[in-house]
């Protein structure tokens, strides 16, 4: 039993600003790393960033320097930091875990619902 709750998504004009917030909860062992994906319609679901367990993190090319990844690993919550926003970034952002489940060893993977970003004027 593993939860991902997702907010901070909403309609934002460009130039503006948004936090997304993923807490994790359940069944987990261990958190190896978290983060976000993006899919727009009609269009394949993406990478945004990811944040590691010990603090590496990696980002899509198209969000370097507007978009900032962290976590609190006390409250097993990751933050996406979303700056200068573009209609481009207009997506629904799903939440990735990657974890070993309490009583197992093997790292798996757990997507949230998904939050609307909608960047417009």
């Known amino acids: 039993q593993v939860q991902l709750v997702e907010s901070g998504g909403g309609l934002v004009q460009p130039g503006g600003s948004l936090r997304l917030s993923c807490a994790a909860s359940?069944?987990?062992?261990?958190?190896?790393?978290m983060g976000w994906y993006r899919q727009a319609p009609g269009k394949q679901r993406e990478l945004v960033a990811h944040i590691y367990s010990g603090g590496r993190t990696n980002y899509a090319d198209f969000v370097k320097g507007r978009f900032t990844i962290s976590r609190d690993n006390a409250k097993n919550t990751v933050y996406l930091q979303m700056n200068s926003l573009k209609p481009e970034d207009t997506a629904v952002y799903y939440c990735n875990l990657d974890f070993v489940r309490a009583a197992a060893w093997e790292i798996q993977r757990y997507w949230g619902q998904g939050t609307q970003v909608t960047v417009s004027s």
């Open positions: 359940g069944s987990i062992r261990s958190i190896n790393a």
